[in-house]
Structures are given as structure tokens and as C-alpha cells.
């Protein structure tokens, strides 16, 4: 059975006005990124654009969907969600293997209709060699920003760097004492 010209035309027309709601929606999700993440965020991201664009393609989805899984790899889980009390805790307890490295992040807002702000998750479980540290990119805090050389960043609010870093330095220690 042949599909007709029109309806074969009509499912093209549907499919091309689903794209382009997709694309505002993705620009609508990452503007909001942009605006309530932490630049920090986006720097410690740099080595793994899939996991941005996944979170950008399901940013509007949280609320619908607790989380979203944006990268679940025997070195790496990467996970998004609304901050409820005891996420964090849940996620360890989950774990199968305990974290080398650990970052949680938080976002400024709330999300759009939602009371909740954003949760980034994201838990290293390879370990790092004494040479793979000695041999990576320095980066340094210098006045009037933070710099991470090998990128070409620089971030203006260098306060708020450090204040993100402090936290997430204590959650780690805590994390540590469990």
C-alpha cells in the first residue's frame, strides 16, 4: 500500500513543525542554563558537550521525569534532577562503587514551574594517576577573574567561584566521613 502524496506531504509538515517547537525549546532550556548555572559549571563540564546538550534537550522534561541520565558509564555517572532533601544521600547509597570524585551543583533558580532548583550530579570512579595530575592543565586564580588557561575562560565573579568550590569542598569532606 502506497502512502499518498498529501499524506506523505502532511507527515513531512508535522515533523518539520515538531522540529522547529524542539528548537525553541532547546534555546529556551539553554538561555535558562546560562542564567542560573554557575559559569563554573559550564568550565567543569567543557571535556563532555554530549551531557550539555542532553540536559538541554531535557531541561523541560524535570518534573515530568525525576531525573534525567545524562551519562551512566563504568568512569562516570552524570545525573539531573529537581533538589529534594536526601538526594544526594539517595544517589550514594545507590552506588555500586564509591566515587574518586564528586560534584554537585545547584542551580540559582528555580526551574520553570517548578518550586525546586536543578541538581547536577556527577560522581568520577577512575582513577587518576600521579602522572595523568602532574601532566594536566594548570589553573589559576588571578585577579579580576578565574582563568583556566587551556580554555580560554575567564570568569568575572571570582568570589562566587570560590564560594562554589568551598561548598562543594565540604560536601566532599562529608561524603568522605559517611
Known amino acids: 500500500m502506497a ?4 499524506r506523505k506531504n502532511r507527515l513531512e509538515q508535522g515533523l518539520r513543525r515538531r522540529l522547529t517547537q524542539r528548537l525553541r525549546r532547546h534555546e529556551a532550556n539553554l538561555s535558562w ?3 542560573n548555572m554557575n559559569p563554573y559549571f559550564f568550565l567543569t563540564m567543557k571535556d563532555h558537550p554530549e551531557v550539555i546538550d542532553q540536559l538541554v ?5 524535570l518534573g515530568l521525569n525525576r531525573h534525567l541520565l545524562l551519562a551512566d558509564r563504568s568512569d562516570l555517572l552524570i545525573r539531573a ?3 529534594a532533601a536526601g538526594s544526594i544521600y539517595k544517589t550514594l547509597a545507590e552506588l555500586q562503587d564509591k566515587p574518586i570524585y564528586a560534584e554537585i551543583t545547584h542551580s540559582y533558580g528555580s526551574l520553570p514551574g517548578s518550586e525546586a532548583v ?3 550530579q556527577r560522581y568520577e570512579f577512575r582513577q587518576v594517576s600521579s602522572r595523568e595530575v602532574r ?3 594548570p589553573a589559576s586564580i588571578c585577579r579580576g577573574g578565574f582563568t583556566d588557561r587551556s580554555a580560554g575562560y575567564s570568569l568575572d565573579n571570582s568570589a562566587s567561584v570560590l564560594a562554589s568550590a568551598k561548598a562543594a569542598m565540604a560536601t566532599l569532606a562529608l561524603k568522605s566521613a559517611m
Open 81 to 83: 534532577g529537581l533538589s
Open 118 to 120: 536543578l541538581e547536577v
Open 3 to 6: 502512502v499518498s502524496f498529501s
Open 135 to 137: 601532566a594536566a592543565q
Open 33 to 35: 542554563l546560562q542564567a
Open 57 to 61: 534537550a531535557g531541561l523541560d522534561t
